[in-house]
């Protein structure tokens, strides 16, 4: 059974810094992407960054580029969101989800999600 956890999130002033972490089980995810998302109270689900299996290939929401980084450690099957220069505007619950491919952005085909860690800006 696949399981991702994240965690990481909190409170942060506007400038700061979070790094969010998830831990994933259940696949051999080196063969697979792994993106973050993220979904602000009244708003849909958007992307924030994805990862192919690899690591070499990355991309990034237009809002978050040149502010956050994704990695992976496949050695610890965990993907890494390293967020600088928070805004208020990044307050959101995080999820980190799997896909059933080496690489995508598409998010219809990340399969596994999980569960979510709240990150919180004040200005």
């Known amino acids: 059974q696949v399981r991702l956890v994240e965690s990481g999130g909190g409170l942060v002033q506007a400038g700061g810094s979070l790094r969010l972490s998830c831990a994933a089980s259940?696949?051999?995810?080196?063969?697979?992407?792994m993106g973050w998302f993220r979904q602000a109270p009244g708003k849909e689900r958007e992307s924030v960054a994805a990862?192919?299996?690899?690591?070499?290939?990355?991309s990034y929401a237009d809002s978050v580029k040149g502010r956050f980084t994704i990695s992976r450690d496949n050695a610890k099957n965990t993907v890494y969101l390293q967020m600088n220069s928070l805004k208020p505007e990044d307050t959101a619950v995080y999820y980190c989800?799997?896909?059933?491919?080496?690489?995508?952005?598409?998010?219809?085909?990340?399969?596994?999600w999980g569960q979510g860690t709240q990150v919180t800006v004040s200005s």
């Open positions: 989800a799997v896909a059933g491919t080496i690489w995508t952005t598409k998010t219809s085909e990340f399969d596994y």
């Open positions: 259940g696949r051999t995810f080196s063969r697979y992407a």
């Open positions: 990862i192919s299996g690899s690591g070499f290939t990355t």
